[in-house]
């Protein structure tokens, strides 16, 4: 039941992932990083903020007792993470969703999933999942089989992505996505989709607050609310920083009250799109709480987010247009992700 529930959690919270983007599409004559930074003032400051301080007593108080050394590393998890945050907003506006969904979480699944147990082996700790304990249990086995198939599904759908490029003419590659280009949609996917797997990083480092939390009375449920507390500064300083950036050299300050625009409108959808994105942690730590931070809970995650997006990415109409063989890939690849998440499933029941 335990398992049941934290599969559940990680689907509400890949629903989340996958579907944060729509609202940006309602955003109107803003530039992209106008957005993305007020969106993520709400995913990475605001809303973590009021989840711990619902969920987790005297969360604050938490952070500041904790040793230096183990906030120092969640929170340079958190810069790396935003790094590759921003890479994946770039990876949207290139490839789209279900492509760039697909592309990008498919490197970050294999990171996140397996770097952590490897990690534990290298230092000789035995708290938590470990490599060398996953290769020599039948359900750890059965937990890389599914990360396996897993990836070869992300591969069908990156090959979908390739074979869609090269048969769809400009216009109907802008039609669904303005700035469709393949080769920095790639370039831009790798970066992101190496540097996304360093939340699970910072997770991992962070475990001390999350701990502390729980021997305070907290619910283990939402004990990771403080450790998001402090990953997220980390991702809200690169974001912040680059955006005013692009913002500086693109002159486009004054999106932020420009009244020719519909002022309202963007900045509640990029609201909209900001909270939602943080929902996606937010059940990803119960998921978390339930299953453990091993390979299961970040594949499990990783994998509900691709079968959402690609979803809303069909239903958006950024495959309208291509051959029945390349839409028949990109379902393949949907449906082998879809049986990787059984397959992790089952291996975490053992």
């Not at 050299?249 to 409108?265: A, E, I, M, Q, V």
Request: one cysteine or more; glycine letters at 14%; hydrophobic letters at 50%.
């Amino acid at each position: 039941m335990q398992a049941l529930l934290g599969v559940l959690f990680h689907f509400i919270g890949g629903f989340a992932s996958g579907s944060f983007y729509i609202p940006y599409k309602k955003v109107r004559n803003w530039a992209w990083e106008s957005y993305w930074i007020v969106g993520g003032i709400f995913s990475w400051l605001f809303a973590p903020l009021v989840a711990a301080y619902l969920t987790v007593p005297d969360f604050m108080g938490i952070i500041s007792r904790t040793d230096s050394t183990t906030v120092m590393w969640t929170y340079l998890m958190g810069l790396f993470w935003g790094v590759g945050g921003l890479t994946f907003g770039l990876g949207m506006r290139y490839l789209g969703v279900s492509l760039g969904m697909s592309f990008i979480l498919g490197f970050s699944s294999a990171f996140g999933a397996l770097v952590p147990p490897i990690y534990r082996d290298f230092v000789g700790t035995t708290d938590g999942e470990t490599f060398t304990g996953m290769l020599s249990s039948p359900g750890g086995q059965v937990v890389l089989l599914g990360i396996a198939l897993c990836l070869v599904g992300i591969a069908v759908c990156g090959k979908a992505g390739t074979m869609k490029e090269k048969e769809m003419t400009t216009e109907q590659k802008t039609e669904g996505i303005k700035e469709f280009d393949i080769k920095k949609g790639f370039t831009v996917g790798i970066i992101s989709g190496v540097l996304s797997a360093c939340f699970n990083y910072g997770i991992e480092a962070g475990k001390p607050m999350a701990l502390e939390a729980v021997q305070m009375g907290g619910n283990p449920l939402f004990q990771n609310n403080v450790t998001f507390v402090v990953i997220l500064w980390g991702g809200l300083t690169t974001n912040f920083i680059w955006c005013m950036i692009l913002n500086a050299r693109n002159k486009t300050f004054s999106n932020y009250t420009d009244k020719g625009t519909p002022l309202l409108r963007n900045y509640l959808f990029s609201a909209l799109a900001g909270v939602t994105w943080f929902m996606q942690f937010f059940f990803y730590g119960m998921g978390e709480s339930k299953l453990g931070n091993g390979a299961s809970s970040w594949i499990l995650h990783m994998a509900f987010i691709i079968l959402i997006s690609s979803v809303w990415g069909m239903a958006l109409g950024e495959w309208r247009g291509v051959r029945r063989k390349t839409f028949r890939t990109i379902l393949a690849g949907v449906a082998v992700i879809m049986t990787s998440i059984m397959v992790v499933g089952l291996g975490n029941s053992f």
